[in-house]
């Protein structure tokens, strides 16, 4: 997309004032699109009520953003946003001088009493000033993060490497070996896996191992069935992946599931 096409664009023209502190966006896309890597100096995102393929990047990681909660991206960060085809979401930008609830990329409740509040928020307002300032700051009172289980996944920076740790993370199920993959971008398999260390600290072995798990907590917050989120990810045998689950996460998936489950009570 352009820099016209961004995000950050709520359909005001330049000249016109805008007297809104909390502003809601909504997408419905068709295709697949891609806003490339930029940051909002003047204000947070929260995006939010995620249905299909939504993840986002930023210096934090890589994060995916399930229905069930939200992702808040904090003002100045940058931060690249891909969305599958079919997906559909909501962006909500809130003013950098409100305080940050996180300093960092972070994972946010978003109980329903949020989620209406949020949508009553749209731009251009059509709420009157005093209830519109009313509705911000119950909306704001009731924003936090949330701990979550997640994975680090460092993406690496060189073209080659970038290229195969993208396609791993679209389809965590390609088990090509490191040498497929050379010939696939044109490098050795012994430089790809130099490259792999020196650029995400771990081997393209592991990378792919965390790569497959990051897709599959995605998955699962999308209550999907371990049989299947196992097929997604790669593995042969739901019990394979159940174990792999378990070592990179210390829980069994449906131990994850039951957590995840917990805290959605909680925040509603």
């Not at 009520?49 to 210096?59: F, I, M, Q, S, V």
Request: charged content about 25%.
């Amino acid at each position: 997309m352009t820099d016209g096409e961004t995000m950050s664009q709520t359909g005001q023209s330049p000249t016109e004032s805008v007297i809104w502190r909390i502003d809601t966006n909504s997408f419905a896309l068709s295709d697949h699109i891609e806003w490339s890597a930029h940051s909002h100096e003047d204000r947070h995102e929260l995006l939010w009520g995620a249905r299909g393929g939504l993840t986002a990047e930023t210096d934090d990681g890589y994060f995916a953003v399930p229905g069930s909660l939200g992702l808040w991206i904090p003002a100045g960060v940058t931060h690249r946003v891909v969305a599958a085809a079919g997906t559909a979401f909501r962006c909500t930008f809130i003013a950098a001088d409100i305080p940050p609830i996180a300093t960092r990329t972070t994972a946010v409740a978003m109980p329903e009493v949020v989620r209406a509040v949020l949508d009553r928020l749209e731009a251009p307002p059509y709420l009157s000033a005093a209830p519109r300032i009313h509705a911000e700051e119950l909306a704001l009172s009731l924003l936090e993060p949330v701990e979550v289980s997640t994975i680090d996944i460092p993406l690496p920076r060189d073209t080659r490497t970038r290229l195969v740790a993208e396609a791993l993370l679209s389809d965590p199920s390609d088990d090509r070996s490191l040498e497929d993959w050379g010939r696939h971008v044109g490098a050795s398999a012994r430089n790809l896996s130099r490259l792999f260390v020196a650029e995400t600290g771990m081997s393209f072995s592991t990378w792919r191992t965390r790569a497959r798990m990051r897709r599959a907590i995605e998955w699962l917050a999308a209550d999907h069935t371990v049989a299947y989120v196992s097929r997604r990810s790669g593995y042969a045998t739901p019990s394979a992946f159940v174990q792999a689950f378990r070592r990179e996460l210390g829980r069994t998936p449906g131990e994850f599931a039951s957590i995840r489950g917990d805290a959605a009570k909680k925040s509603a």
